[in-house]
Protein backbone atom coordinates (compact mmCIF):
# COMPACT_ATOMS: atom_id res chain seq x y z
CA UNK A 1 0.00 0.00 0.00
CA UNK A 2 2.45 2.72 -1.50
CA UNK A 3 -0.10 5.14 -2.09
CA UNK A 4 -1.46 6.80 -0.03
CA UNK A 5 -3.88 5.53 1.75
CA UNK A 6 -7.77 5.97 1.69
CA UNK A 7 -10.67 5.12 4.30
CA UNK A 8 -13.86 3.14 4.38
CA UNK A 9 -17.49 4.50 6.03
CA UNK A 10 -20.62 2.53 5.86
CA UNK A 11 -23.73 3.67 6.92
CA UNK A 12 -26.80 0.21 7.23
CA UNK A 13 -29.34 2.70 8.37
CA UNK A 14 -33.01 0.96 7.55
CA UNK A 15 -33.91 1.80 4.50
CA UNK A 16 -30.17 2.17 2.74
CA UNK A 17 -26.45 0.93 2.58
CA UNK A 18 -24.28 3.52 1.97
CA UNK A 19 -20.68 3.72 1.50
CA UNK A 20 -17.84 6.62 1.43
CA UNK A 21 -14.37 7.03 0.81
CA UNK A 22 -12.48 9.94 2.25
CA UNK A 23 -8.37 10.59 2.35
CA UNK A 24 -6.60 11.11 5.38
CA UNK A 25 -7.45 14.97 5.17
CA UNK A 26 -11.29 13.84 4.89
CA UNK A 27 -11.81 14.93 1.11
CA UNK A 28 -14.28 12.48 -0.05
CA UNK A 29 -13.20 10.39 -3.28
CA UNK A 30 -16.37 8.18 -4.16
CA UNK A 31 -19.54 6.66 -2.69
CA UNK A 32 -22.17 4.71 -3.78
CA UNK A 33 -25.16 3.40 -2.30
CA UNK A 34 -28.10 0.31 -2.04
CA UNK A 35 -31.96 1.52 -1.92
CA UNK A 36 -33.43 -1.80 0.09
CA UNK A 37 -36.60 -1.09 -1.24
CA UNK A 38 -35.91 0.13 -4.60
CA UNK A 39 -33.20 -2.53 -4.88
CA UNK A 40 -34.49 -5.66 -3.10
CA UNK A 41 -38.55 -4.47 -2.35
CA UNK A 42 -39.88 -7.25 -4.58
CA UNK A 43 -37.76 -10.09 -3.48
CA UNK A 44 -37.58 -9.38 0.22
CA UNK A 45 -41.24 -8.08 0.33
CA UNK A 46 -40.53 -4.81 2.57
CA UNK A 47 -41.87 -1.86 3.02
CA UNK A 48 -39.21 1.27 3.62
CA UNK A 49 -36.20 -1.58 4.36
CA UNK A 50 -38.47 -3.74 7.23
CA UNK A 51 -41.12 -5.91 7.50
CA UNK A 52 -43.73 -5.41 9.84
CA UNK A 53 -46.17 -7.93 12.11
CA UNK A 54 -48.80 -5.49 13.07
CA UNK A 55 -50.63 -8.48 15.33
CA UNK A 56 -48.21 -8.35 17.62
CA UNK A 57 -46.34 -4.96 16.79
CA UNK A 58 -43.07 -6.49 15.76
CA UNK A 59 -40.68 -4.68 13.05
CA UNK A 60 -38.05 -6.61 11.29
CA UNK A 61 -35.50 -6.66 8.48
CA UNK A 62 -34.22 -9.72 6.86
CA UNK A 63 -30.60 -10.36 7.90
CA UNK A 64 -30.14 -11.49 3.68
CA UNK A 65 -31.16 -8.38 2.65
CA UNK A 66 -28.47 -6.76 4.40
CA UNK A 67 -25.84 -9.70 2.83
CA UNK A 68 -26.55 -8.87 -0.54
CA UNK A 69 -26.77 -4.89 0.09
CA UNK A 70 -23.12 -5.48 1.43
CA UNK A 71 -21.85 -7.14 -2.31
CA UNK A 72 -23.80 -4.61 -4.19
CA UNK A 73 -23.09 -1.47 -2.98
CA UNK A 74 -18.86 -3.00 -3.06
CA UNK A 75 -19.78 -4.03 -6.51
CA UNK A 76 -20.80 -0.77 -7.30
CA UNK A 77 -17.37 1.30 -5.95
CA UNK A 78 -15.86 -1.04 -8.14
CA UNK A 79 -17.96 0.00 -10.96
CA UNK A 80 -16.92 3.73 -9.85
CA UNK A 81 -13.26 2.63 -10.61
CA UNK A 82 -12.73 3.27 -6.86
CA UNK A 83 -9.30 2.33 -6.03
CA UNK A 84 -10.47 -0.11 -3.31
CA UNK A 85 -6.87 -1.42 -2.92
CA UNK A 86 -6.11 1.74 -1.04
CA UNK A 87 -8.12 1.19 1.62
CA UNK A 88 -6.37 1.14 5.07
CA UNK A 89 -9.01 1.08 7.25
CA UNK A 90 -12.90 0.28 7.64
CA UNK A 91 -15.20 1.63 9.77
CA UNK A 92 -18.91 2.62 9.78
CA UNK A 93 -22.76 3.14 11.37
CA UNK A 94 -25.49 1.25 11.69
CA UNK A 95 -29.44 1.12 13.11
CA UNK A 96 -29.20 1.04 16.44
CA UNK A 97 -30.72 -1.42 18.93
CA UNK A 98 -31.24 -3.92 15.82
CA UNK A 99 -29.76 -7.74 16.94
CA UNK A 100 -29.05 -10.55 14.36
CA UNK A 101 -28.77 -14.33 15.89
CA UNK A 102 -25.61 -16.38 14.79
CA UNK A 103 -25.56 -20.10 14.46
CA UNK A 104 -23.37 -22.56 15.93
CA UNK A 105 -21.45 -23.04 12.68
CA UNK A 106 -21.17 -19.14 12.23
CA UNK A 107 -17.65 -19.07 12.69
CA UNK A 108 -16.69 -21.80 10.52
CA UNK A 109 -18.77 -20.32 7.52
CA UNK A 110 -17.29 -16.69 7.90
CA UNK A 111 -13.70 -17.84 8.17
CA UNK A 112 -14.26 -19.85 5.35
CA UNK A 113 -15.84 -17.40 2.35
CA UNK A 114 -15.01 -18.02 -1.20
CA UNK A 115 -14.93 -15.07 -3.09
CA UNK A 116 -16.53 -16.71 -6.28
CA UNK A 117 -20.13 -17.04 -4.52
CA UNK A 118 -22.11 -14.47 -2.94
CA UNK A 119 -22.21 -13.48 0.89
CA UNK A 120 -26.08 -14.51 0.69
CA UNK A 121 -25.22 -18.47 -0.36
CA UNK A 122 -22.53 -18.50 1.74
CA UNK A 123 -23.71 -17.19 5.17
CA UNK A 124 -27.74 -17.98 5.40
CA UNK A 125 -27.00 -21.21 7.42
CA UNK A 126 -24.89 -19.00 9.46
CA UNK A 127 -28.04 -17.74 11.46
CA UNK A 128 -30.12 -19.28 13.86
CA UNK A 129 -32.66 -16.53 13.27
CA UNK A 130 -33.27 -14.80 9.56
CA UNK A 131 -34.46 -12.07 10.74
CA UNK A 132 -32.81 -8.49 12.95
CA UNK A 133 -35.30 -6.66 14.73
CA UNK A 134 -35.55 -3.50 13.95
CA UNK A 135 -35.45 -0.08 15.95
CA UNK A 136 -39.14 0.69 15.38
CA UNK A 137 -40.19 -2.70 17.06
CA UNK A 138 -42.45 -2.21 19.95
CA UNK A 139 -43.80 -5.71 20.80
CA UNK A 140 -42.00 -5.71 24.02
CA UNK A 141 -43.64 -3.91 26.91
CA UNK A 142 -44.07 -6.63 29.12
CA UNK A 143 -40.70 -7.26 28.99
CA UNK A 144 -39.76 -3.04 29.22
CA UNK A 145 -41.94 -3.40 32.47
CA UNK A 146 -39.71 -6.08 33.64
CA UNK A 147 -36.92 -4.07 32.94
CA UNK A 148 -37.76 -1.09 34.28
CA UNK A 149 -38.92 -3.42 37.55
CA UNK A 150 -35.75 -4.79 38.03
CA UNK A 151 -34.36 -1.44 39.62
CA UNK A 152 -38.03 -1.19 41.23
CA UNK A 153 -37.95 2.52 39.01
CA UNK A 154 -37.67 3.62 35.72
CA UNK A 155 -34.97 6.05 37.42
CA UNK A 156 -32.91 3.59 38.98
CA UNK A 157 -32.90 1.39 35.71
CA UNK A 158 -31.63 4.93 34.13
CA UNK A 159 -28.87 5.45 36.15
CA UNK A 160 -27.67 2.11 35.72
CA UNK A 161 -27.57 1.53 31.91
CA UNK A 162 -28.37 5.85 30.44
CA UNK A 163 -31.62 4.98 29.78
CA UNK A 164 -35.36 3.47 31.42
CA UNK A 165 -36.85 0.11 29.44
CA UNK A 166 -37.67 0.91 25.48
CA UNK A 167 -39.05 -1.05 23.37
CA UNK A 168 -36.55 -1.17 20.42
CA UNK A 169 -34.09 -1.36 23.11
CA UNK A 170 -31.74 -4.83 22.90
CA UNK A 171 -32.22 -6.41 25.94
CA UNK A 172 -35.70 -6.69 25.82
CA UNK A 173 -35.97 -7.83 22.75
CA UNK A 174 -33.48 -10.88 23.50
CA UNK A 175 -36.09 -11.77 26.36
CA UNK A 176 -38.75 -11.67 24.13
CA UNK A 177 -37.39 -13.69 21.47
CA UNK A 178 -36.07 -16.29 24.37
CA UNK A 179 -39.38 -16.37 25.44
CA UNK A 180 -40.86 -16.72 22.16
CA UNK A 181 -38.60 -18.99 20.24
CA UNK A 182 -37.00 -20.72 23.09
CA UNK A 183 -35.23 -23.26 20.30
CA UNK A 184 -34.11 -20.54 18.43
CA UNK A 185 -32.46 -19.02 21.62
CA UNK A 186 -30.92 -22.47 22.25
CA UNK A 187 -29.47 -22.31 18.99
CA UNK A 188 -27.71 -19.17 18.96
CA UNK A 189 -24.04 -19.27 19.30
CA UNK A 190 -23.46 -15.38 19.46
CA UNK A 191 -25.98 -12.16 19.63
CA UNK A 192 -24.47 -9.27 17.29
CA UNK A 193 -25.66 -5.77 17.21
CA UNK A 194 -26.30 -4.38 13.69
CA UNK A 195 -22.98 -2.13 14.03
CA UNK A 196 -21.41 -5.68 15.07
CA UNK A 197 -23.06 -8.11 12.43
CA UNK A 198 -21.26 -5.48 9.79
CA UNK A 199 -17.87 -5.84 11.40
CA UNK A 200 -17.98 -9.80 11.33
CA UNK A 201 -18.62 -10.07 7.46
CA UNK A 202 -16.27 -8.01 7.18
CA UNK A 203 -13.64 -9.31 9.31
CA UNK A 204 -14.54 -13.04 8.66
CA UNK A 205 -15.13 -13.77 12.14
CA UNK A 206 -17.58 -12.63 15.10
CA UNK A 207 -16.69 -8.77 15.96
CA UNK A 208 -17.43 -7.40 19.30
CA UNK A 209 -20.00 -4.82 20.52
CA UNK A 210 -19.03 -1.46 20.60
CA UNK A 211 -18.53 0.51 23.86
CA UNK A 212 -21.25 3.44 22.92
CA UNK A 213 -23.33 1.10 20.65
CA UNK A 214 -24.00 -1.28 24.07
CA UNK A 215 -25.52 1.41 25.81
CA UNK A 216 -28.88 0.92 23.48
CA UNK A 217 -29.39 -2.03 25.34
CA UNK A 218 -30.58 -2.00 28.29
CA UNK A 219 -27.84 -4.59 29.75
CA UNK A 220 -24.49 -2.54 30.27
CA UNK A 221 -23.87 -0.74 33.36
CA UNK A 222 -21.94 2.49 32.72
CA UNK A 223 -20.83 3.70 35.84
CA UNK A 224 -19.49 0.14 36.46
CA UNK A 225 -18.13 -0.63 32.40
CA UNK A 226 -19.76 -3.89 32.73
CA UNK A 227 -22.54 -6.12 31.96
CA UNK A 228 -25.42 -5.46 34.34
CA UNK A 229 -25.59 -9.05 36.28
CA UNK A 230 -29.25 -8.25 37.55
CA UNK A 231 -30.51 -7.56 34.27
CA UNK A 232 -28.62 -10.34 32.36
CA UNK A 233 -30.37 -12.81 35.19
CA UNK A 234 -33.74 -11.10 33.88
CA UNK A 235 -33.31 -11.60 30.17
CA UNK A 236 -31.57 -15.07 30.29
CA UNK A 237 -34.82 -16.26 32.93
CA UNK A 238 -32.86 -16.60 35.76
CA UNK A 239 -29.44 -17.05 37.42
CA UNK A 240 -28.91 -20.56 35.55
CA UNK A 241 -28.75 -18.99 32.39
CA UNK A 242 -27.10 -15.88 32.98
CA UNK A 243 -23.63 -17.74 31.73
CA UNK A 244 -24.74 -18.79 28.57
CA UNK A 245 -26.01 -14.89 27.47
CA UNK A 246 -22.95 -13.96 28.52
CA UNK A 247 -21.45 -16.11 26.36
CA UNK A 248 -23.85 -15.28 23.88
CA UNK A 249 -23.02 -11.29 24.08
CA UNK A 250 -19.54 -11.75 24.14
CA UNK A 251 -16.91 -9.34 25.78
CA UNK A 252 -17.41 -5.22 24.98
CA UNK A 253 -14.91 -3.53 23.49
CA UNK A 254 -14.10 -0.61 24.88
CA UNK A 255 -11.10 0.92 22.92
CA UNK A 256 -13.45 2.78 20.04
CA UNK A 257 -10.01 3.12 18.00
CA UNK A 258 -7.40 0.74 16.42
CA UNK A 259 -7.96 -2.69 14.78
CA UNK A 260 -9.72 -5.46 15.18
CA UNK A 261 -7.95 -7.44 12.34
CA UNK A 262 -7.43 -7.38 9.21
CA UNK A 263 -10.52 -7.44 6.36
CA UNK A 264 -11.30 -11.29 5.48
CA UNK A 265 -9.57 -12.62 2.39
CA UNK A 266 -13.16 -12.69 0.30
CA UNK A 267 -13.14 -9.36 0.02
CA UNK A 268 -9.35 -9.09 -0.93
CA UNK A 269 -9.75 -11.63 -3.81
CA UNK A 270 -13.40 -10.44 -4.97
CA UNK A 271 -13.51 -6.75 -4.75
CA UNK A 272 -9.24 -6.15 -4.86
CA UNK A 273 -8.95 -4.74 -0.80
CA UNK A 274 -5.62 -5.01 -0.08
CA UNK A 275 -4.68 -7.96 2.88
CA UNK A 276 -3.31 -5.09 4.87
CA UNK A 277 -6.79 -2.84 5.12
CA UNK A 278 -7.73 -3.16 8.58
CA UNK A 279 -10.97 -3.18 10.59
CA UNK A 280 -11.98 -0.42 13.24
CA UNK A 281 -14.92 -1.08 15.60
CA UNK A 282 -18.08 0.12 14.34
CA UNK A 283 -20.94 1.64 16.06
CA UNK A 284 -24.27 3.01 16.02
CA UNK A 285 -25.77 5.67 13.80
CA UNK A 286 -26.62 8.30 16.66
CA UNK A 287 -23.29 7.75 18.07
CA UNK A 288 -21.66 8.30 14.44
CA UNK A 289 -23.51 11.38 13.80
CA UNK A 290 -21.79 13.32 16.66
CA UNK A 291 -18.22 12.00 14.53
CA UNK A 292 -19.32 13.59 11.81
CA UNK A 293 -17.40 17.01 12.90
CA UNK A 294 -14.95 17.57 15.88
CA UNK A 295 -18.19 17.88 18.16
CA UNK A 296 -16.79 19.82 21.30
CA UNK A 297 -18.47 19.77 24.83
CA UNK A 298 -21.56 22.34 24.74
CA UNK A 299 -21.94 22.19 21.27
CA UNK A 300 -25.34 20.57 20.76
CA UNK A 301 -26.92 18.90 17.03
CA UNK A 302 -30.74 18.85 16.39
CA UNK A 303 -31.47 16.95 13.71
CA UNK A 304 -34.76 18.10 12.51
CA UNK A 305 -36.29 15.15 10.23
CA UNK A 306 -39.57 13.35 10.40
CA UNK A 307 -38.33 12.56 13.64
CA UNK A 308 -36.58 15.04 15.91
CA UNK A 309 -33.34 14.17 17.70
CA UNK A 310 -31.21 16.19 20.21
CA UNK A 311 -27.26 15.37 20.44
CA UNK A 312 -24.91 16.40 23.29
CA UNK A 313 -21.12 15.56 23.99
CA UNK A 314 -20.65 16.15 28.18
CA UNK A 315 -18.03 14.79 30.51
CA UNK A 316 -21.03 15.08 32.87
CA UNK A 317 -23.24 11.78 33.79
CA UNK A 318 -26.58 12.60 35.00
CA UNK A 319 -28.83 10.05 33.60
CA UNK A 320 -32.71 10.41 34.07
CA UNK A 321 -35.64 8.22 32.11
CA UNK A 322 -36.70 10.84 29.84
CA UNK A 323 -33.66 11.28 27.78
CA UNK A 324 -31.04 8.47 27.05
CA UNK A 325 -26.85 8.64 28.21
CA UNK A 326 -24.76 6.31 25.82
CA UNK A 327 -20.57 6.43 25.98
CA UNK A 328 -18.56 8.16 23.39
CA UNK A 329 -17.84 6.32 20.37
CA UNK A 330 -14.24 7.34 21.11
CA UNK A 331 -13.62 9.19 23.69
CA UNK A 332 -13.06 7.60 27.38
CA UNK A 333 -14.62 10.01 30.22
CA UNK A 334 -17.46 11.49 27.78
CA UNK A 335 -20.70 10.52 27.22
CA UNK A 336 -23.52 11.10 24.58
CA UNK A 337 -26.66 13.19 26.10
CA UNK A 338 -29.79 11.88 23.34
CA UNK A 339 -33.08 13.08 23.36
CA UNK A 340 -35.52 11.45 20.39
CA UNK A 341 -38.85 12.65 19.52
CA UNK A 342 -41.48 11.04 17.75
CA UNK A 343 -43.37 14.09 16.78
CA UNK A 344 -40.90 16.54 14.64
CA UNK A 345 -41.09 17.55 10.98
CA UNK A 346 -44.64 15.45 10.72
CA UNK A 347 -45.71 17.61 13.18
CA UNK A 348 -45.10 20.89 12.42
CA UNK A 349 -46.13 20.08 8.74
CA UNK A 350 -49.70 19.45 9.86
CA UNK A 351 -49.47 22.84 11.83
CA UNK A 352 -48.87 24.34 8.76
CA UNK A 353 -51.31 22.55 6.27
CA UNK A 354 -53.93 24.13 9.30
CA UNK A 355 -52.63 27.58 7.93
CA UNK A 356 -55.47 29.68 5.43
CA UNK A 357 -54.53 29.00 1.96
CA UNK A 358 -53.30 31.98 -0.16
CA UNK A 359 -54.52 32.35 -3.51
CA UNK A 360 -51.95 31.52 -6.40
CA UNK A 361 -50.01 28.33 -5.50
CA UNK A 362 -48.15 30.42 -2.74
CA UNK A 363 -45.28 28.00 -0.77
CA UNK A 364 -47.07 26.73 2.18
CA UNK A 365 -43.87 27.11 3.99
CA UNK A 366 -43.20 30.31 3.29
CA UNK A 367 -46.62 31.21 4.69
CA UNK A 368 -45.74 29.07 8.03
CA UNK A 369 -42.38 31.07 8.10
CA UNK A 370 -43.71 34.45 8.08
CA UNK A 371 -46.38 33.28 10.72
CA UNK A 372 -43.61 32.28 13.01
CA UNK A 373 -41.63 34.95 12.24
CA UNK A 374 -44.22 38.29 12.80
CA UNK A 375 -45.15 36.19 15.74
CA UNK A 376 -43.38 37.35 18.67
CA UNK A 377 -41.89 34.74 21.57
CA UNK A 378 -44.46 33.10 23.25
CA UNK A 379 -46.90 35.63 21.66
CA UNK A 380 -46.29 38.41 23.87
CA UNK A 381 -47.18 41.65 22.39
CA UNK A 382 -47.91 44.06 25.51
CA UNK A 383 -47.04 43.33 29.50
CA UNK A 384 -50.60 42.26 30.00
CA UNK A 385 -50.37 39.72 27.57
CA UNK A 386 -50.08 35.97 28.74
CA UNK A 387 -47.37 33.34 27.64
CA UNK A 388 -48.63 30.64 25.15
CA UNK A 389 -47.70 27.29 25.69
CA UNK A 390 -48.93 24.07 24.01
CA UNK A 391 -47.94 20.39 22.70
CA UNK A 392 -49.03 18.77 19.53
CA UNK A 393 -48.66 15.50 19.19
CA UNK A 394 -49.89 13.74 16.13
CA UNK A 395 -48.30 10.58 17.18
CA UNK A 396 -47.97 9.27 20.70
CA UNK A 397 -45.19 10.75 21.59
CA UNK A 398 -41.96 9.35 23.75
CA UNK A 399 -40.34 12.37 25.19
CA UNK A 400 -42.51 13.13 27.69
CA UNK A 401 -44.96 9.63 27.60
CA UNK A 402 -48.42 11.27 26.20
CA UNK A 403 -50.67 9.96 23.68
CA UNK A 404 -51.57 11.89 21.06
CA UNK A 405 -52.88 14.87 21.09
CA UNK A 406 -52.72 18.56 21.42
CA UNK A 407 -53.23 20.79 24.62
CA UNK A 408 -52.30 24.48 25.07
CA UNK A 409 -52.34 26.71 27.91
CA UNK A 410 -51.00 30.55 28.95
CA UNK A 411 -49.01 31.66 32.16
CA UNK A 412 -47.70 34.95 33.58
CA UNK A 413 -45.00 36.02 31.60
CA UNK A 414 -42.97 35.05 34.98
CA UNK A 415 -44.54 31.42 34.67
CA UNK A 416 -46.93 31.74 37.16
CA UNK A 417 -50.35 31.04 37.12
CA UNK A 418 -50.29 28.18 34.11
CA UNK A 419 -53.92 27.46 33.22
CA UNK A 420 -55.50 25.52 30.14
CA UNK A 421 -57.09 27.13 27.16
CA UNK A 422 -60.45 26.01 26.21
CA UNK A 423 -60.70 27.52 22.70
CA UNK A 424 -57.92 26.85 20.40
CA UNK A 425 -55.69 30.05 19.12
CA UNK A 426 -55.86 30.92 15.51
CA UNK A 427 -53.65 28.73 13.49
CA UNK A 428 -51.26 31.55 12.51
CA UNK A 429 -50.54 31.47 16.64
CA UNK A 430 -49.83 27.95 16.34
CA UNK A 431 -47.03 27.93 13.89
CA UNK A 432 -44.92 29.53 16.31
CA UNK A 433 -45.60 27.66 19.54
CA UNK A 434 -45.09 24.32 17.87
CA UNK A 435 -41.68 25.11 17.41
CA UNK A 436 -40.90 27.17 20.35
CA UNK A 437 -42.44 23.85 22.55
CA UNK A 438 -40.05 21.95 20.48
CA UNK A 439 -37.34 23.86 21.57
CA UNK A 440 -38.42 24.54 25.19
CA UNK A 441 -38.34 20.53 25.52
CA UNK A 442 -35.07 20.15 24.49
CA UNK A 443 -33.82 23.07 26.46
CA UNK A 444 -35.57 21.60 29.67
CA UNK A 445 -34.00 18.20 29.65
CA UNK A 446 -30.69 19.59 28.50
CA UNK A 447 -30.15 22.70 31.13
CA UNK A 448 -28.00 20.68 33.77
CA UNK A 449 -25.80 19.69 30.95
CA UNK A 450 -25.00 23.59 30.06
CA UNK A 451 -22.46 26.19 31.36
CA UNK A 452 -21.17 29.57 30.89
CA UNK A 453 -19.79 28.41 27.26
CA UNK A 454 -17.59 31.14 28.11
CA UNK A 455 -16.00 29.20 30.75
CA UNK A 456 -15.62 32.90 33.07
CA UNK A 457 -18.34 33.00 35.42
CA UNK A 458 -17.43 36.94 35.58
CA UNK A 459 -19.12 36.88 32.13
CA UNK A 460 -22.32 36.87 33.14
CA UNK A 461 -23.57 34.34 30.21
CA UNK A 462 -26.07 32.87 30.89
CA UNK A 463 -26.10 28.90 30.52
CA UNK A 464 -26.27 27.26 27.63
CA UNK A 465 -24.70 25.49 24.43
CA UNK A 466 -21.98 26.75 22.94
CA UNK A 467 -22.95 26.47 19.07
CA UNK A 468 -26.27 24.59 17.62
CA UNK A 469 -25.45 22.49 14.47
CA UNK A 470 -28.76 21.75 12.59
CA UNK A 471 -29.12 18.82 11.01
CA UNK A 472 -32.01 17.28 8.57
CA UNK A 473 -34.85 19.16 5.94
CA UNK A 474 -35.92 21.30 8.61
CA UNK A 475 -32.35 22.57 8.49
CA UNK A 476 -33.43 24.45 5.82
CA UNK A 477 -35.62 26.47 7.39
CA UNK A 478 -34.62 30.05 8.73
CA UNK A 479 -37.66 30.19 10.66
CA UNK A 480 -37.43 27.63 12.30
CA UNK A 481 -33.79 28.05 13.04
CA UNK A 482 -34.32 31.68 14.50
CA UNK A 483 -36.48 29.91 16.78
CA UNK A 484 -34.03 27.26 17.85
CA UNK A 485 -31.85 30.07 18.50
CA UNK A 486 -34.28 32.61 20.29
CA UNK A 487 -35.08 29.39 22.90
CA UNK A 488 -31.82 27.11 23.16
CA UNK A 489 -28.81 29.90 22.82
CA UNK A 490 -25.79 29.60 21.24
CA UNK A 491 -23.39 31.76 21.91
CA UNK A 492 -21.50 31.19 18.83
CA UNK A 493 -24.31 30.80 16.60
CA UNK A 494 -26.24 28.13 14.63
CA UNK A 495 -25.08 26.69 11.82
CA UNK A 496 -26.88 24.12 9.02
CA UNK A 497 -24.16 21.39 8.81
CA UNK A 498 -24.26 20.45 5.26
CA UNK A 499 -22.98 17.04 4.65
CA UNK A 500 -25.77 15.67 1.53
CA UNK A 501 -27.68 13.28 4.21
CA UNK A 502 -24.29 11.27 5.14
CA UNK A 503 -23.70 12.08 8.57
CA UNK A 504 -23.78 8.84 9.60
CA UNK A 505 -21.43 7.41 7.13
CA UNK A 506 -18.53 10.18 7.12
CA UNK A 507 -18.90 9.70 10.87
CA UNK A 508 -17.32 6.28 10.46
CA UNK A 509 -15.10 7.20 7.66
CA UNK A 510 -13.42 9.97 9.80
CA UNK A 511 -13.57 7.38 13.05
CA UNK A 512 -11.30 4.66 10.89
CA UNK A 513 -9.46 7.70 9.65
CA UNK A 514 -8.42 8.40 13.58
CA UNK A 515 -8.24 4.80 14.44
CA UNK A 516 -5.49 3.67 12.44
CA UNK A 517 -3.99 7.30 11.97
CA UNK A 518 -3.94 8.58 15.60
CA UNK A 519 -0.98 8.82 17.99
CA UNK A 520 -0.79 7.74 21.52
CA UNK A 521 -2.98 9.54 23.50
CA UNK A 522 -4.45 11.32 20.28
CA UNK A 523 -7.98 12.11 20.62
CA UNK A 524 -10.48 12.08 18.17
CA UNK A 525 -11.33 15.58 18.52
CA UNK A 526 -7.79 16.39 18.46
CA UNK A 527 -7.09 14.49 15.40
CA UNK A 528 -10.13 15.29 13.08
CA UNK A 529 -10.20 18.96 14.24
CA UNK A 530 -6.94 19.59 12.82
CA UNK A 531 -8.26 18.45 9.24
CA UNK A 532 -11.63 19.05 9.40
CA UNK A 533 -12.74 21.85 7.68
CA UNK A 534 -15.59 24.43 7.92
CA UNK A 535 -15.52 26.01 4.54
CA UNK A 536 -18.34 23.74 2.62
CA UNK A 537 -19.56 21.86 5.77
CA UNK A 538 -20.99 24.61 7.76
CA UNK A 539 -22.82 27.50 7.28
CA UNK A 540 -23.94 30.12 10.03
CA UNK A 541 -28.17 30.17 9.68
CA UNK A 542 -28.59 32.33 12.71
CA UNK A 543 -26.80 34.15 15.23
CA UNK A 544 -28.12 32.58 18.59
CA UNK A 545 -28.28 33.87 21.63
CA UNK A 546 -30.57 36.72 21.88
CA UNK A 547 -30.22 38.64 25.44
CA UNK A 548 -33.43 39.60 27.02
CA UNK A 549 -34.99 37.09 24.68
CA UNK A 550 -33.25 33.55 26.18
CA UNK A 551 -34.08 34.45 29.34
CA UNK A 552 -37.65 35.26 28.55
CA UNK A 553 -37.73 31.79 27.69
CA UNK A 554 -36.01 30.69 30.64
CA UNK A 555 -38.94 32.12 32.94
CA UNK A 556 -41.49 29.95 31.66
CA UNK A 557 -39.68 26.64 31.60
CA UNK A 558 -40.71 25.81 34.95
CA UNK A 559 -44.51 26.31 33.43
CA UNK A 560 -43.65 23.85 30.68
CA UNK A 561 -42.45 21.50 32.71
CA UNK A 562 -45.68 22.01 35.08
CA UNK A 563 -48.10 21.83 31.69
CA UNK A 564 -46.56 18.10 30.96
CA UNK A 565 -47.15 17.22 34.46
CA UNK A 566 -50.63 18.14 33.86
CA UNK A 567 -51.16 16.67 30.73
CA UNK A 568 -49.46 13.08 31.95
CA UNK A 569 -52.03 12.79 34.05
CA UNK A 570 -54.48 12.54 32.00
CA UNK A 571 -52.97 11.31 28.49
CA UNK A 572 -49.84 8.95 29.51
CA UNK A 573 -49.20 5.97 27.44
CA UNK A 574 -50.68 3.18 28.34
Not at 60 to 82: G, M, Q, S
Not at 303 to 325: I, K
Not at 505 to 533: M, N, S
Request: proline share 6%; hydrophobic share 40%; glycine share 10%.
Amino acid sequence: MGEAPLYLGFDLSTQQLKAIVVQSDLQVVSEAKVDFDGDFGVKYGIEKGVLVNEAEGEVFAPVALWLEAIDLVLARLKEKNTPLGRIRGISGSCQQHGSVYWARDAGTLLGGLQPGKALVDQLTAAFSHPYGPNWQDHSTQAECDQFDATFETADRLAHVTGSSAHHRFTGPQIMRLRRKLPDMYAATSRISLVSSFLASVLLGKIAPWDISDACGANLWDIPSNAWSEPLLELTAGGKDGVAELRNKLGDVRLDGGGSMGSISSYFVDRYGFSSECQVAPFTGDNPATILALPLRPLDAIVSLGTSTTFLMVTPVYRPDPSYHFLNHPTTPGQYMFMLCYKNGGLAREKVRDALPTKPNGSDPWAEFNRNVLETPPLDVRTEADRAKLGLYFYLPEIVPNIRAGTWRFESAQDGTDLQPVSAAWPPETDARVIVESQALSMRLRSQKLVEDPSGASASGLPAQPRRIYLVGGGSLNPAIAAVMGSVLGGVDGVYKLDVGGNACALGGAYKAVWALERRDGETFDELIGKRWKEEGAIQKVDDGFRDGVFQQYGKVLGAFEQMEGKILQEAKNT
